[in-house]
């Protein structure tokens, strides 16, 4: 079982740098953080929720970005304080929307990139960028 929670959203104007958090907190189960796959997800107004980055623990904490998002956003993690963070500058309209994280253990590589892996969430946290 894991809490997860994200934190920094709010209203960006366009150009500006976003950087959101997301903290978790995992029940006595025999796994640690560490052991879970975790990965953040956008959902803009009216659209789906599409993947960004994922990263876990498997395969040396390789991070996995979304093919358009590579360059773009940098995905980062701190086993140390159960947190992962996501980083954008240059933000434009389009990255307006609600941003999640997502967390699960035992995740495939070829199904990382899928939300449909993940059984655990956030609420999310809206980002809004306007002038």
């Known amino acids: 079982q894991v809490m997860l929670a994200e934190t920094g959203g709010g209203l960006v104007q366009p150009g500006g740098s976003l950087r959101l958090f997301c903290t978790a907190s995992v029940a006595a189960s025999g796994r640690t953080f560490n052991n879970y796959a975790v990965a953040w997800f956008r959902q803009p107004p009216g659209k789906e929720r599409s993947f960004l980055a994922a990263?876990?623990?498997?395969?040396?904490?390789?991070?996995y970005y979304a093919d358009s998002m590579e360059g773009r956003f940098t995905f980062s993690r701190d086993n140390t304080k159960n947190a992962v963070y996501l980083r954008k500058r240059k933000l434009e309209s389009a990255d307006t929307g609600v941003y999640y994280c997502a967390a699960e253990a035992g995740v495939i590589t070829t199904r990382i990139r899928y939300r449909e892996a993940y059984d655990y969430w956030g609420k999310g946290t809206q980002v809004t960028v306007s002038s």
């Open positions: 990263n876990r623990a498997r395969d040396g904490h390789t991070t």
